[in-house]
């Protein structure tokens, strides 16, 4: 291992208990009360500095006085190039393997952090999605202030009620894939889950964590709240629940998971390691031996095909279950001429002069592929080879930014050259909206700092289904643009939409072009296996995950990483803009070829491993 005293850093920059910056901590934190384990004391420790942009992990004795204190996953303070800065003990050594005179001593224990368990787990991700750095996986599984002593084990809850049949059934048989409709409720299944023991529960927000905390501790189970009560949680409670994050918290003699709203994907981390809660979930449970549960109205392929078993996911009575999904409309405008830029329709004009709705209108166009139509024939243009949405190039050419498949611009229906561009924005919508329904519309997007304001009329992109509360309809005005978005996920993703617009609304208009489209029948008629089959058909064919594995790969250098990679192993497309497009067989492949890349210097190479939007 290196030495300490050999590196050169122009800065040193950590979380509490390292150096650099006015916001640091400099208290020193009283020392911890010792752990119980089995292991043998060792008289030398591997600790991986937290320091952003350094990975190197280096050699330090451990002092008598600290012996008892010190195992995988402690946080420490070290001397590091004359400063003081946190770590992590990431390996405990005897003399035989460490240069022993070249060593300095542990300064300081900080606190608790990660068990030696998710240390592994965290050497797992770094690999499963091409991590440069082991640290940003012990940064989401260690606690944001330092932790010197445990509190006592409080647990209380044994059978609370209401359970679920069916969570039961699958945490019997080893753990599995609940389908459950949108407007059902999740806390039985949990209680389900608390019954077999303390159990770890992920859901894709912190509103939505916090909110079924509040319904568990009213339940009577002792609750861990992350990242907050992490301490707490490693104590020992009988439910810790939180947003993605929690898929990297403590959770004392865990005997199952459970993961909400699995589909959603806000589960995935946005930032590079882009890994996955679901994922992360997963492989800890298969590692500790105990059962998962994951829960979706519209359980995704990748949970169905590696997660559901041989008999795929569990659910309701196909009646019970359609009871509780919205009653979807759809507006059938294939006879209508695609290229007229008005959306009104007459089922629309119904719902928004109704006096006594309220109606959310949803037009999700910024950022997403053009919509083309031919004026001959009337017929969409899709691709040929994947099916998407495509849209014209510089060139004049018909191209898909789902597949890179270019092709002349001929209708493949009638054999026009003539096109019209499908693509109103919300602004002039909400101008035809306000002339139509003759009363105020207030306009909904992503970019608004202020909560919207209170209105029986709403117009917006897909983000108004997060900002504006209940109401009695949900319009999708454009949905081709969702279902035929240049996206291997698309229909997953407009599916969620659905589901979104679901738990606002008891009805869901949806105006389209393509009314027999698998999004558009598994929504009319509550069955998501309509889409699972169309996907996996799809997927299986194209090698798309999860019967491959992709990275995006982009920025400065890129190109010359992706130069380093195995062509034989490695299938690599290049979209002419800076972005390289990576295939391989599985994750382990991928992640394996991705990370024994050198990066030249000066390097800002950014890797996605299973982009979502792409």
């Not at 509103?207 to 949680?233: K, S």
């Not at 947003?243 to 199952?256: E, I, K, L, N």
């Not at 449970?285 to 994951?294: E, L």
Request: glycine content about 8%.
């Amino acid at each position: 291992m290196s030495d300490p005293e050999q590196l050169d850093l122009d800065e040193l920059a950590g979380r509490p208990g390292g150096t650099g910056g006015d916001d640091v901590d400099r208290r020193e934190p009283a020392e911890p009360t010792p752990r119980e384990s089995d292991a043998p004391r060792r008289r030398f420790a591997r600790v991986l500095p937290d320091v952003t942009g350094l990975d190197k992990a280096f050699d330090y004795s451990i002092p008598a006085e600290l012996a008892g204190s010190i195992e995988i996953g402690t946080m420490v303070r070290v001397e590091l190039h004359g400063r003081r800065v946190g770590g992590w003990v990431i390996d405990l050594l005897d003399s035989g393997s460490v240069a022993v005179a070249d060593t300095k001593p542990i300064a300081k224990v900080t606190g608790h952090g990660p068990s030696a368990e998710l240390v592994e787990l965290a050497s797992w991700a770094r690999v499963r999605w091409a991590a440069r750095r082991l640290r940003p996986f012990l940064v989401a599984a260690s606690p944001k202030r330092a932790v010197p002593v445990l509190p006592p084990e409080h647990r209380r809850a044994v059978a609370p009620a209401p359970a679920s049949p069916a969570t039961t059934e699958l945490l019997g048989r080893g753990g599995g894939v609940l389908r459950l409709p949108p407007r059902s409720d999740v806390l039985p299944s949990v209680l389900s889950a608390i019954a077999l023991g303390p159990t770890l529960v992920v859901t894709p927000s912190v509103d939505d964590a916090a909110l079924l905390a509040a319904r568990l501790r009213r339940a009577g189970a002792t609750v861990a709240l992350g990242p907050d009560d992490w301490a707490a949680a490693a104590g020992g409670v009988d439910v810790v629940v939180g947003a993605r994050s929690a898929a990297w918290m403590p959770c004392a003699s865990m005997a199952a998971a459970i993961v909400v709203d699995e589909h959603d994907e806000a589960l995935q981390e946005e930032r590079a390691p882009t890994w996955h809660a679901r994922d992360v979930i997963a492989e800890r449970c298969r590692r500790a031996g105990v059962p998962a549960v994951f829960v979706s109205p519209i359980p995704t392929l990748v949970a169905v095909v590696e997660l559901a078993g041989a008999s795929g996911p569990v659910h309701p009575a196909a009646e019970r279950e359609r009871a509780h999904w919205p009653r979807v409309q759809v507006v059938d405008r294939s006879d209508t001429e695609p290229w007229k830029r008005s959306l009104m329709t007459s089922e629309l004009i119904e719902r928004v002069r109704d006096p006594l709705q309220r109606v959310l209108c949803v037009s999700n166009t910024t950022g997403r592929a053009r919509l083309l139509a031919c004026r001959t024939c009337r017929a969409l243009v899709r691709c040929e080879t994947c099916g998407a949405a495509v849209g014209l190039d510089d060139g004049g050419r018909i191209a898909c930014r789902r597949c890179l498949a270019r092709r002349p611009p001929v209708c493949q229906e009638c054999g026009g050259g003539r096109f019209a561009n499908l693509r109103p924005g919300v602004t002039r919508i909400a101008e035809e909206l306000r002339a139509a329904a003759n009363r105020e519309v207030v306009v909904v997007t992503g970019s608004d700092e202020e909560p919207p304001a209170r209105a029986d009329l709403y117009v917006g992109t897909e983000a108004a289904l997060h900002r504006v509360g209940p109401v009695d309809v949900v319009a999708f005005l454009e949905f081709d643009a969702e279902v035929l978005a240049p996206r291997f996920r698309a229909g997953e993703q407009a599916l969620a939409l659905v589901v979104r617009a679901a738990r606002l609304a008891p009805t869901v208009l949806l105006q389209t072009f393509e009314p027999d489209h698998e999004v558009v029948r598994a929504a009319a008629r509550a069955d998501p296996s309509i889409l699972v089959e169309a996907e996996r058909e799809r997927r299986s064919l194209l090698s798309l995950p999860p019967f491959g594995a992709l990275a995006l790969v982009s920025g400065a250098y890129s190109d010359e990483v992706v130069a380093q990679l195995d062509r034989d192993r490695i299938q690599v497309a290049d979209d002419g803009e800076g972005r390289f497009l990576l295939r391989a067989a599985d994750w382990s492949s991928l992640g394996e070829a991705i990370t024994a890349t050198t990066r030249p210097p000066g390097s800002r190479v950014r890797v996605v491993v299973d982009p979502p939007r792409v």
